[in-house]
């Protein structure tokens, strides 16, 4: 009986979470459940080829402030956790991230939202050439498509990651 307590407090806790979503993180509510995908990395000077599995599981902050995203992936080198926390920037504008890991330094970066197109854009400075990843996730109501590609120098955009997720019942 204090089992049935407890899942029952639980289950009303997440509820009354996704209920409170304020309105600054309501565009994130498109990742909220069980995503369950994969994708495919070509060749390229930014990826070796192969498939990648993953498992996200996106749920609301108990004050509905974040959005907060655990991961696991599993590719040709094994299976890799991270944690992903989504917040509105203060400026109103992009999404902030803050994502960790637990075999490298935690970053963070902005997501553009708009309407159900996220895009991720990075950039840093390699071997003396500013070069440029961008993702893109585009989201149909139980289902996602992403898209990850890169350029040096302003050179053309070429893709090394194709995939495709699926909200799923746990």
Request: glycine residues 8%; proline residues 3%; hydrophobic residues 30%.
């Amino acid at each position: 009986m204090r089992t049935l307590l407890h899942v029952a407090l639980l289950l009303t806790a997440s509820m009354t979470a996704f209920a409170q979503a304020t309105d600054a993180a309501k565009p994130l509510a498109a990742f909220v459940g069980h995503w369950e995908g994969g994708g495919t990395f070509v060749e390229t000077p930014m990826s070796p080829a192969g498939k990648v599995a993953s498992k996200t599981d996106c749920s609301w902050s108990t004050q509905g402030h974040y959005l907060v995203c655990e991961q696991t992936l599993t590719d040709d080198k094994g299976t890799h956790q991270q944690l992903t926390i989504y917040t509105p920037s203060d400026d109103g504008g992009d999404f902030t991230y803050y994502t960790m890991t637990g075999s490298a330094a935690p970053f963070t970066g902005k997501v553009k939202i708009e309407s159900n197109v996220w895009t991720y854009d990075n950039s840093f400075e390699q071997d003396g050439k500013k070069t440029e990843v961008r993702t893109t996730n585009t989201f149909s109501g139980d289902d996602e498509t992403f898209k990850t590609e890169f350029r040096i120098a302003d050179g053309a955009w070429t893709t090394m990651l194709d995939g495709k997720s699926h909200r799923a019942k746990k």
